[in-house]
């Protein structure tokens, strides 16, 4: 098991909370957002209410650190628990799901997120910001809360022998 924590900056969770809600203002689906002066608990409400994100792991008894993973270490990932990234990742990690995309045997059932993965790896060298990730109880691998499809993105994208790097805010549990 790896700590990147040692090698990451401590964050607040606002910080983590409050480019999270930037990023999921940009999407078309959902409304513009300025979160620049929202308190935590405003921040948490919109995640959870607007845009219905899994925030809520996110706030209480977790350290926020701000980790920069190479490529191969984002495959290392686990993907989203309770959702189809679970069902797509045979083994649960980020590169057991672009495996899967890869070898043709479930892209055709979640063209959607095939489309999506594609697209990060044409970019690896774009910033679209961090994605989100929560390690409990010192369980490995720390699971996605947020950003799927970039971590997919950016971990094809080293598989084809890009430099890749991907920033990740990563909450780890501080006790009981």
Not at 59 to 75: F, I, N, S, T
Not at 151 to 171: I, N
Request: negative net charge; contains cysteine; charged residues 30%.
């Amino acid at each position: 098991m790896t700590d990147w924590t040692e090698r990451g900056e401590p964050i607040p969770v606002e910080t983590v909370l409050r480019e999270w809600v930037e990023r999921e203002a940009r999407k078309d689906a959902y409304p513009d957002a300025d979160p620049a002066g929202w308190d935590r608990e405003r921040l948490l409400r919109e995640l959870t209410e607007t845009y219905e994100e899994p925030a809520e792991p996110v706030v209480d008894g977790r350290e926020w650190y701000a980790v920069e993973l190479d490529g191969d270490e984002v495959g290392e990932l686990g993907t989203f628990p309770g959702s189809g990234w679970e069902w797509l990742s045979a083994d649960g990690t980020v590169a057991g799901a672009v495996e899967r995309l890869d070898d043709g045997s479930v892209a055709a059932e979640v063209p959607g997120a095939a489309e999506k993965v594609a697209w990060f790896a044409e970019r690896p060298a774009r910033a679209f910001g961090a994605a989100v990730a929560w390690q409990r109880d010192g369980e490995w691998p720390p699971l996605l809360l947020d950003g799927n499809h970039r971590a997919c993105g950016a971990y094809r994208a080293a598989r084809s022998g890009e430099t890749v790097s991907l920033t990740v805010h990563l909450g780890v549990e501080t006790g009981p």
